[in-house]
């Protein structure tokens, strides 16, 4: 029994060793596709370039998927999945911006997209810290993934149309100025439902309007990608100021 329970345990060990690396190669495919989206912006190609952030934010959202479906949870792998998300998230999305548009503005440009970097780093920063007891329903500010693809599609509407370049430079630094501000903020923002029974019964309305996003997306061609995503952050932010007068009021009722 005892040669039997020798035999096995190496064998266990192995198993979860596998498990375990499962999302950590996620993760470094996020970071890789950051990593290759930069390259292909200091090219010019910013085309491909956003695909691979893309790329990085589906590798982000199975690094999670499979963190839960083998419980390998761990703060080893939130720390790395942060210093991912920094740099496909958060470096790869604003040097693309600057070398498409923000470079128009001299030093104002560069400051812009650090301003952006800055943020992220703190989002992150601080989600990591309240992550024990947070609220699983919401997230506190934008979360920089959302950021960056919100970015990212309004640069693809850009690449597929040929607007205006003057008026698209100009609409790009206010829009990476609103996103990373909604970073650092406290604005709730809803974090994914799982897809269950309970979970619908949750969140109806959020979860219709995944379903429909979607549907629009596919049927636009990725062409409305970017009014969706707007349309999520205008949404918290309306809840936002909603519930600030909502307290308010009771306060001063009180």
């Keep these: 029994m005892l040669t039997s329970r020798i035999k096995r345990e190496p064998l266990m060990d192995l198993r979860y060793s596998v498990r375990r690396t499962l999302p950590n190669t996620c993760t470094f495919g996020n970071m890789f596709g950051g990593f290759v989206s930069v390259i292909l912006a200091s090219q010019g190609d910013y085309f491909h370039a956003i695909f691979f952030i893309a790329i990085a934010a589906i590798a982000d959202a199975l690094d999670g998927i499979m963190a839960r479906l083998t419980k390998t949870s761990s703060k080893f792998g939130v720390e790395l999945d942060s210093l991912a998300d920094v740099i496909s998230f958060g470096f790869a999305p604003a040097f693309l911006m600057y070398n498409a548009h923000l470079k128009q503005f001299g030093y104002w440009g560069?400051?812009?997209?650090?301003?952006?970097?800055?943020?992220?780093?703190?989002?992150?920063?601080?989600?990591?810290?309240?992550?024990?007891?947070?609220?699983?329903?919401?997230?506190?500010?934008?979360?920089?993934?959302?950021?960056?693809?919100?970015?990212?599609?309004?640069?693809?509407?850009?690449?597929?149309?040929?607007?205006?370049?003057?008026?698209?430079?100009?609409?790009?630094?206010?829009?990476?100025?609103?996103?990373?501000?909604?970073?650092?903020?406290?604005?709730?923002?809803?974090?994914?439902?799982?897809?269950?029974?309970?979970?619908?019964?949750?969140?109806?309305?959020?979860?219709?309007?995944?379903?429909?996003?979607?549907?629009?997306?596919?049927?636009?061609?990725?062409?409305?990608?970017?009014?969706?995503?707007?349309?999520?952050?205008?949404?918290?932010?309306?809840r936002y100021i909603f519930l600030f007068f909502r307290m308010g009021m009771k306060a001063s009722n009180t």
């Excluded at 989600?127 to 960056?148: C, M, Q, W």
């Excluded at 996103?179 to 969140?203: C, E, R």
Aim: aromatic share 16%.
């Design 110 to 238: 560069m400051l812009v997209a650090a301003v952006y970097i800055f943020a992220g780093a703190f989002r992150l920063a601080r989600f990591n810290v309240e992550l024990v007891g947070f609220d699983k329903n919401y997230f506190n500010g934008l979360p920089i993934p959302t950021a960056a693809l919100t970015i990212i599609s309004f640069e693809f509407m850009h690449q597929i149309n040929n607007g205006n370049p003057q008026m698209t430079d100009l609409t790009s630094l206010l829009l990476v100025l609103s996103v990373a501000f909604l970073m650092v903020s406290h604005v709730k923002y809803d974090t994914l439902p799982n897809f269950t029974l309970a979970g619908i019964k949750q969140k109806p309305v959020f979860i219709s309007f995944l379903i429909i996003s979607a549907l629009t997306v596919i049927w636009s061609r990725g062409y409305a990608t970017f009014y969706m995503f707007l349309l999520f952050i205008l949404f918290g932010i309306m």
